[in-house]
């Protein structure tokens, strides 16, 4: 299995320009055939094809309208931890003390049948599976050093998360499977990506064997489905269809035919679509830059700001130290309602608030904004150590970190010229 999976590309919604069809390669042949054995009248018609701009997707072959079914699999097909629980593994694992969550033990599941190969009653869907991804799991440190700031302390953070769950679980695992080899970190790993970038929502009963943590709960893998590409624009709405027992996507958008058909996950950043997926958006919506208050000091120290432990203990008061961000729209409320604060002056300092009301004085916005264009102008010149040149000479993770510092230049560089006007 050496293909590279959904992740692996920056995504761009388009037509279906520089495509190659996949629908003859023998995997989906057999994908959709093991699918169609469970029910014959279940909706696979999209096309599997390789998109420049997107990777791996599927793709239209006739005129799609707002409100038609673009994929139906029958609930049979879906990996659940039902599934798992039916499995010659779910009993082993219903002995784990404290119970695991729901991804956890698909991800364990899926180790277990990849095991056993061409034998494994799931393989016509595991050997359609990516070999590799590039979420922050695969990056080395080399690679995680090239993130903006704020996205390499969450890539670290998730990498030891992700080490120790494997650590828990192997040791449960060593005293209850007598052979399991498989079962290594980088196997781990894989199976844990998987699930974690290509799972759908499906509502997951209580269960004394499940532990239902908010990260990892009401996850389900979904094959064939799981090859739609995200889009922010896209609109659709998953469902299990009780009367048919299937699980369907429904779109609420228009497809001409050769169209790459799309779903959507999440109004996710492109941090938050790296972290959790591998992958970036150009021109996102939702993209971010976050300041922290330590990023605020220079106010203090280079602007001189007066009574800033006054200033500072009313801040905590109102919980403006959360979402000090700039977006695509300009600055966030908290972000610009803090810099208000910072900029009264003593007198105003009494009757601070008034800026739950936004009735401050022209003064106070304007050496608001000024504190503002300091705060980055200062983010400004730290990003911009993290750029390079020679793009060529770097790994494919590497122009992807590149990908994500020159988000955050080009909205610093966006929310500066707002101010400016």
């Given at each position: 299995?050496?293909?590279?999976?959904?992740?692996?590309?920056?995504?761009?919604?388009?037509?279906?320009?520089?495509?190659?069809?996949?629908?003859?390669?023998?995997?989906y042949?057999?994908?959709?055939k093991?699918?169609?054995?469970?029910?014959?009248?279940c909706?696979?018609?999209?096309?599997?094809?390789?998109?420049k701009e997107?990777?791996?997707?599927?793709?239209?072959?006739?005129?799609?309208?707002?409100?038609?079914i673009?994929?139906?699999?029958?609930?049979?097909?879906?990996?659940?931890?039902?599934?798992?629980?039916?499995?010659?593994?779910?009993?082993?694992?219903?002995?784990?003390?404290?119970p695991?969550?729901?991804?956890?033990?698909?991800?364990?599941?899926?180790?277990?049948?990849?095991?056993?190969?061409?034998?494994?009653?799931?393989?016509?869907?595991?050997?359609?599976?990516?070999?590799?991804?590039?979420?922050?799991?695969?990056?080395?440190?080399?690679?995680?050093?090239?993130?903006?700031?704020s996205?390499y302390?969450?890539s670290?953070?998730?990498?030891t998360?992700?080490?120790d769950?494997?650590?828990?679980?192997?040791?449960?695992?060593?005293?209850?499977?007598?052979?399991?080899?498989?079962?290594?970190?980088?196997?781990?790993?894989?199976?844990w990506?998987?699930?974690?970038?290509?799972?759908?929502?499906?509502?997951?009963?209580?269960?004394p064997?499940l532990?239902?943590?908010?990260?990892?709960?009401?996850?389900?893998?979904?094959?064939?489905?799981?090859?739609?590409?995200h889009?922010?624009e896209?609109?659709?709405?998953?469902?299990?269809?009780e009367?048919?027992?299937r699980?369907?996507?429904v779109t609420?958008?228009?497809?001409?035919?050769?169209d790459?058909?799309?779903?959507?996950?999440?109004?996710?950043?492109?941090?938050?679509l790296?972290?959790?997926?591998?992958?970036?958006?150009?021109?996102n919506?939702?993209?971010?830059?976050?300041?922290?208050?330590?990023?605020l000091?220079?106010?203090?120290h280079k602007?001189?700001?007066?009574?800033?432990?006054?200033?500072?203990?009313?801040?905590?008061?109102?919980k403006?130290?959360?979402?000090?961000?700039?977006?695509?729209?300009?600055?966030?409320w908290?972000?610009?309602?803090l810099?208000?604060?910072?900029?009264?002056?003593?007198?105003?300092l009494?009757?601070?608030?008034?800026?739950y009301?936004?009735e401050?004085?022209?003064e106070?916005?304007?050496?608001a904004?000024?504190?503002?264009?300091?705060?980055?102008?200062?983010a400004?010149?730290?990003?911009?150590?993290y750029?390079?040149?020679e793009?060529?000479?770097?790994?494919?993770?590497?122009?992807?970190?590149?990908?994500?510092v020159q988000?955050?230049?080009?909205?610093?560089?966006?929310?500066?010229?707002?101010l400016?006007?």
């Amino acid at each position: 299995m050496m293909r590279n999976g959904r992740c692996s590309r920056q995504r761009n919604r388009s037509k279906a320009t520089h495509t190659v069809s996949h629908a003859s390669r023998q995997e989906y042949v057999q994908l959709r055939k093991w699918i169609k054995s469970l029910d014959s009248t279940c909706s696979i018609d999209l096309e599997p094809c390789e998109f420049k701009e997107t990777g791996r997707g599927l793709r239209a072959n006739k005129p799609i309208h707002k409100g038609e079914i673009i994929v139906s699999i029958p609930e049979s097909a879906l990996i659940t931890t039902n599934t798992v629980f039916r499995s010659d593994i779910g009993a082993i694992l219903k002995k784990c003390v404290p119970p695991l969550s729901p991804q956890r033990v698909l991800s364990i599941f899926l180790v277990w049948e990849w095991e056993k190969g061409t034998t494994s009653s799931w393989y016509p869907y595991i050997q359609t599976l990516p070999s590799t991804f590039s979420t922050p799991l695969y990056f080395t440190r080399q690679e995680l050093e090239r993130l903006p700031p704020s996205v390499y302390v969450r890539s670290i953070s998730e990498q030891t998360r992700v080490q120790d769950i494997f650590a828990s679980i192997r040791d449960f695992l060593q005293k209850h499977v007598s052979d399991f080899k498989a079962f290594t970190y980088e196997r781990f790993r894989w199976a844990w990506c998987v699930v974690n970038t290509r799972s759908v929502y499906v509502k997951i009963q209580e269960s004394p064997y499940l532990s239902l943590m908010e990260r990892e709960t009401n996850v389900a893998l979904a094959p064939y489905l799981d090859l739609l590409n995200h889009s922010a624009e896209a609109k659709v709405e998953a469902r299990v269809n009780e009367e048919s027992g299937r699980y369907e996507i429904v779109t609420a958008d228009e497809y001409q035919k050769y169209d790459q058909v799309f779903i959507h996950y999440n109004p996710y950043s492109n941090d938050e679509l790296f972290i959790e997926y591998g992958f970036t958006l150009p021109h996102n919506p939702f993209n971010v830059y976050e300041l922290t208050t330590a990023d605020l000091v220079i106010l203090r120290h280079k602007l001189s700001v007066d009574n800033w432990d006054r200033k500072m203990e009313i801040i905590g008061e109102m919980k403006l130290k959360n979402d000090l961000t700039c977006r695509t729209d300009g600055m966030a409320w908290n972000l610009h309602t803090l810099l208000r604060i910072f900029a009264m002056s003593c007198e105003e300092l009494n009757n601070w608030r008034v800026i739950y009301t936004s009735e401050v004085s022209q003064e106070n916005e304007v050496r608001a904004l000024s504190f503002a264009k300091v705060l980055l102008q200062e983010a400004l010149v730290k990003i911009n150590k993290y750029l390079v040149s020679e793009r060529d000479a770097l790994s494919e993770h590497e122009k992807l970190a590149l990908t994500l510092v020159q988000d955050k230049k080009h909205l610093l560089e966006q929310t500066l010229d707002g101010l400016l006007k």
